[in-house]
């Protein structure tokens, strides 16, 4: 049984860098998904539907909100392949048992002080850079959808 859904899956995973995101945007046309919030406005001026949730099963295509939502994706997507029990055996080699520091660990937790210091830290040391880079790919992303829905 665990060989036949292997071959029935396949996994069509993304990384959502910037420089990816425009080449990926076809890929993700009519799909819902997620990724980091740092990340959800830019992808819905791309025209993608972004949700905050931690793991989207969409048919074939998988995605996960940020890093800690990556390990609940791959035990999500060990349990689909091989089973519950692999999966929880998984789970506990990993000892993945998450009890947060801190309450924190999204922008709808996190305060507002705290959330522009990540934004700024996400942007790094040239955030002039970055944005002008992210309004660059956006225009062309707009353009593409008009001429494709002419």
Same mark, same amino acid.
Not at 131 to 141: K, N, P, Q, S
């Given at each position: =049984?665990?060989?036949?859904?292997?071959?029935?899956? &396949?996994?069509?995973?993304? @990384?959502? #860098?910037? /420089?990816? !995101?425009?080449?990926?945007?076809?890929?993700?046309?009519?799909?819902?998904?997620?990724?980091?919030?740092?990340?959800?406005?830019?992808?819905? =001026?791309?025209?993608?539907?972004?949700?905050?949730? &931690?793991?989207?099963?969409? @048919?074939? #295509?998988? /995605?996960? !909100?940020?890093?800690?939502?990556?390990?609940?994706?791959?035990?999500?997507?060990?349990?689909?392949?091989?089973?519950?029990?692999?999966?929880?055996?998984?789970?506990?080699?990993?000892?993945?048992?998450?009890?947060?520091?801190?309450?924190?660990?999204?922008?709808?937790?996190?305060?507002?002080?705290?959330?522009?210091?990540?934004?700024?830290?996400?942007?790094?040391?040239?955030?002039?850079?970055?944005?002008?880079?992210?309004?660059?790919?956006?225009?062309?992303?707009?353009?593409?959808?008009?001429?494709?829905?002419?």
């Amino acid at each position: =049984m665990a060989a036949r859904r292997r071959a029935e899956l &396949r996994l069509d995973g993304i @990384g959502l #860098h910037r /420089s990816r !995101a425009i080449r990926r945007r076809r890929f993700l046309e009519g799909k819902t998904t997620t990724t980091h919030w740092g990340f959800r406005d830019y992808l819905k =001026m791309l025209g993608v539907t972004v949700v905050p949730d &931690r793991v989207v099963w969409e @048919g074939r #295509h998988v /995605s996960g !909100a940020g890093v800690s939502a990556g390990i609940d994706m791959a035990l999500s997507l060990t349990e689909r392949v091989h089973g519950r029990e692999l999966a929880e055996a998984l789970q506990l080699i990993i000892e993945y048992d998450p009890e947060p520091l801190f309450d924190s660990g999204s922008p709808e937790k996190a305060g507002p002080k705290i959330r522009r210091l990540a934004r700024r830290i996400m942007l790094g040391d040239q955030p002039v850079r970055a944005a002008t880079r992210f309004g660059r790919e956006i225009v062309r992303a707009r353009i593409r959808r008009t001429r494709t829905a002419n």
